[in-house]
């Protein structure tokens, strides 16, 4: 009861804060509500008992994007051209689509319903044979990186592509060695470096924000968390260090050729255990024959390619990052 | 025992709620920017911090309430940190917080400079801002200093007034 409630209240604020978005028309005003869609997603995503979904969505969507919006923002101008108003083509598209939506969702399972086709697909089988065969207490872990290692491969490389498409329009990683400058983002941000009270919290929290980030890689067997929560923490810590001290600075922290490096390496990482595995004699991604006991080996295969989705994904928030930050020197 | 821990966390936890209720009622209540992050920040501190003690007590010798306490330290050290970079960011962008006349009449403005006693505080803490600024600018390592002084204060035309 106390579920649905909170769910109901949840929902209702998302479609309020939804409805902001498209009504206001200073773009600054819509990152920020839309950070704070996120956050209310993330605590839907929470109630729904869906904790590692909810990390990821709290740190991406709430933080990284967020910040992502603004460095954009900075380079654009902060005000939408109101789009033309009286046309008829976009209402008929979106109440079709919403129509559409709607009426699947007729055919779709209640919330809960111990009879939906998911609880009675692959999921019994999942939650029978985790124990068995690979003996985490998180069986989301063990799922998403051991049954299921082929989609997160799949989704590793998605990011990685998605870095190289980011950085071929915003421009090249500088190499090592070359100098520091402050591009766009970083001389609006400048202001934060004159205020010691945000500075010295910001530089005090940042520390922890990485700790956290790398007990949320190690515990991921046993709890919420894994390689794409924790890599969103380190780089969040990252790029808060970035704000609070200016870009220069931050690029000096992690320079942008180890940050690009980050992301190849963490993708090498996860497809070089699969063809070890096949080296050793099993087949792709079967984590099994890399220890002379199966279940250890599957521990073994996790924690790896955990470490290469961590890696990539830090790799990647950072990358971005810095190219927003760089942005507009010549 | 148990019960008188059982009902100090209620009185704190009833307490908390106060709080956090009187703080939403600020907000909706309060006239401008200022007071209603006044209202909001009691929500931040006062009503969290009771809140998170109460449920440390609920939550007995276990990790919880370190985990807890661990949130309370989080929350004590971002949420008025969140409030200054707030209030300073609207200050920056031209916000005025309003001010008492001779004649007892609130208006958004400037604050009253003339008389000594009246002087309010922003326009002390704007002069002192200004002068780090100026301070910072100075110490700089020539070789670095890519940014221009003169550049970042004709972008902040907030401060320049007093």
């Not at chain 1, 470490?307 to 010549?330: E, K, L, Q």
């Not at chain 2, 200093?145 to 907030?158: C, D, L």
């Amino acid at each position: 009861m106390m579920t649905i409630v909170f769910s109901l209240f949840l929902l209702t604020m998302l479609v309020i804060v939804a409805v902001a978005i498209l009504r206001t028309d200073n773009l600054f005003t819509a990152v920020m509500l839309s950070g704070i869609f996120s956050l209310i997603m993330a605590a839907n995503f929470f109630v729904l008992d869906a904790a590692d979904v909810a990390l990821t969505e709290a740190v991406i969507g709430a933080g990284i994007s967020t910040v992502l919006f603004l460095g954009a923002l900075a380079l654009t101008a902060e005000h939408d051209h109101s789009p033309p108003v009286g046309s008829w083509v976009p209402l008929v598209t979106s109440s079709a689509l919403g129509g559409v939506i709607i009426f699947a969702t007729l055919q779709a399972p209640r919330l809960g319903d111990p009879n939906a086709i998911v609880h009675k697909h692959v999921a019994p089988w999942y939650l029978e044979n985790t124990p068995l065969l690979i003996d985490v207490p998180n069986v989301v872990t063990a799922v998403l990186a051991s049954f299921r290692g082929y989609d997160t491969l799949g989704e590793v490389f998605v990011v990685f592509t998605a870095c190289i498409g980011v950085m071929s329009l915003l421009g090249r990683v500088r190499p090592r060695g070359e100098l520091i400058e402050e591009g766009e983002f970083d001389k609006r941000t400048d202001n934060l470096r004159h205020h010691l009270i945000p500075r010295v919290v910001g530089k005090m929290l940042v520390p922890f924000i990485v700790l956290f980030g790398l007990y949320v890689q190690f515990h991921g067997d046993f709890g919420p968390g894994g390689g794409f929560q924790a890599g969103a923490l380190v780089a969040a810590g990252i790029i808060l260090y970035s704000l609070v001290e200016g870009g220069a600075r931050g690029r000096e922290l992690v320079p942008e050729w180890f940050s690009g490096m980050l992301v190849a390496l963490g993708a090498f990482t996860y497809a070089a255990v699969g063809v070890a595995c096949m080296v050793m004699g099993g087949r792709f991604l079967d984590y099994s024959v890399l220890s002379h006991d199966p279940v250890h080996g599957q521990h073994l295969g996790i924690l790896l390619i955990e470490a290469g989705v961590g890696m990539t994904v830090a790799g990647v928030m950072i990358t971005i990052f810095h190219a927003f930050s760089r942005r507009g020197i010549r | 025992m148990d019960i008188l821990l059982d009902i100090a966390s209620t009185v704190l936890l009833v307490t908390g709620g106060f709080f956090v209720f009187v703080g939403g009622f600020g907000v909706m209540r309060m006239p401008e920017l200022y007071t209603r992050m006044h209202a909001a920040s009691l929500t931040d501190t006062g009503g969290a911090a009771l809140i998170l003690v109460g449920l440390m007590l609920q939550g007995g010798f276990t990790l919880v309430p370190l985990k807890l306490a661990a949130i309370f330290l989080f929350l004590f050290l971002t949420s008025p940190t969140a409030s200054y970079a707030l209030a300073n960011a609207a200050l920056l962008s031209g916000v005025k917080p309003p001010c008492r006349n001779e004649t007892g009449k609130t208006f958004p403005g400037e604050p009253p400079v003339a008389d000594g006693p009246k002087q309010s505080k922003s326009s002390a803490e704007k002069r002192t801002a200004n002068k780090t600024v100026a301070g910072k600018a100075a110490r700089k390592p020539a070789g670095k200093a890519t940014r221009k002084p003169a550049k970042k204060a004709a972008r902040k035309p907030a401060r320049k007034k007093s």
